[in-house]
């Protein structure tokens, strides 16, 4: 299961229809597309990045949102790319919006990347244990994440008692 799928897993269990949850899902396959302009050796540094090397991470979801504009009439996709690192206290980037204020597509994304980051081998560690996962989701609850959207995903990690979402070894 990919982190794309997470998200569209999260959307049929707030009552999406087959619709809604496929474009939920497309956005899923193209919200990152703005890393297209990061430094291979930003993206894939094994270590912490300085200051500077995440503010350049951090311009990835407007250059996005430049990217995905054009490809339909509505902005569904190019504004979840924009806004998935948007925090529910408003701690986030690129606008600090803060709760119903950022769109419910890049809420539900919010959380699908950061448990999909969390169970998948990285440059610079493994994979959590599910425990620690579940921790890190709970510990954001209300804060990184929309609560609603926080508890789905955590009923989904308690459903899913041989860990099998995640990252293939």
């Given at each position: 299961v990919l982190f794309r799928s997470y998200a569209r897993m999260i959307a049929?269990?707030?009552?999406?229809?087959?619709?809604?949850?496929?474009?939920?899902?497309?956005?899923?396959?193209?919200?990152d597309v703005g890393k297209i302009r990061i430094p291979a050796e930003i993206i894939n540094k094994p270590g912490e990045l300085t200051d500077e090397e995440y503010n350049i991470i951090k311009?990835?979801?407007?250059?996005?949102?430049?990217?995905?504009?054009?490809?339909?009439?509505?902005?569904?996709?190019?504004?979840?790319?924009?806004?998935?690192?948007?925090?529910?206290?408003?701690?986030?980037?690129?606008?600090g919006l803060s709760g119903e204020?950022?769109?419910?597509?890049?809420?539900?994304?919010?959380?699908?990347?950061?448990?999909?980051?969390?169970?998948?081998?990285?440059?610079?560690?493994?994979?959590?244990?599910?425990h620690v996962v579940r921790e890190e989701i709970e510990k954001g609850r209300g804060t990184q994440f929309d609560p609603k959207i926080a508890d789905i995903m955590l009923q989904m990690i308690d459903e899913d008692r041989k860990y099998t979402l995640k990252q293939a070894d």
């Open positions: 049929e269990r707030m009552g999406k229809n087959r619709e809604e949850q496929e474009i939920i899902y497309r956005a899923g396959l193209l919200h311009i990835h979801p407007v250059t996005g949102y430049h990217i995905l504009r054009g490809i339909s009439d509505d902005n569904y996709i190019a504004d979840t790319a924009k806004y998935h690192h948007e925090r529910y206290d408003g701690k986030g980037y690129p606008n204020d950022i769109p419910e597509s890049a809420r539900i994304l919010g959380v699908a990347d950061s448990y999909d980051a969390m169970t998948s081998n990285r440059s610079y560690r493994g994979a959590l244990p599910q």
